[in-house]
Structures are given as C-alpha cells and as structure tokens.
C-alpha cells in the first residue's frame, strides 16, 4: 500500500512538472499569478484575523482590568473604621 501511494505520488509530481514545462509564456504568467493572487490573499486574512484577535484580547483585558479595580476600590470604601485605624492607607493599597 505505501509503496503504491509513492508510485501515485510521483506520478503525479511527474504530471504537474509536465504541465508546467509544457506552457508558453503566456500561460505561465496567467498560472503564476493565479498562485500569487491566492497567497497574497491568504496572507492578507491571516493580517486581518491577527488584528481582530488583537482588538478584542485588548478589549478583554482593559474590561476584566476594570472589573477588579471597581470591586477592590467597593471593598476598601465598605471597609470600617477600625481598619483604617490599625492598618496604614500605603499597606492597604500596595495588596
């Protein structure tokens, strides 16, 4: 089986090479460019997927970075009194 699939897989490299030499200039270009149009746009989705992967870890991560800093700033406000007096304000704000 292996050794088959070897024997379709150079046939087939054979073909193509064939195919390929067999073309006027003409032809080449059209089939060149054809290949070149198809990685250029590849390449420019791959660019588009990353920034929109970008924009919205960024947005992800100023939100949940919002979140906390709300629910720390509710929690020291709701604190009492006597926290204040036995803890300094520095050693409560650098937790």
Not at 17 to 35: A, F, G, H, L, P
Not at 56 to 69: D, T
């Amino acid at each position: 089986y292996r050794r088959r699939n070897f024997n379709n897989c150079t046939t087939m490299i054979n073909q193509k090479i064939n195919i390929i030499s067999s073309m006027n200039e003409t032809q080449w270009n059209v089939y060149r460019n054809s290949r070149f149009d198809f990685y250029c746009g590849i390449v420019v989705t791959l660019l588009i997927l990353s920034l929109l992967r970008i924009s919205i870890a960024k947005l992800i991560f100023l939100n949940s970075g919002r979140v906390l800093h709300n629910k720390m700033f509710q929690r020291l406000i709701r604190c009492p009194i006597s926290f204040f007096d036995a803890n300094p304000a520095g050693k409560s704000l650098s937790y």
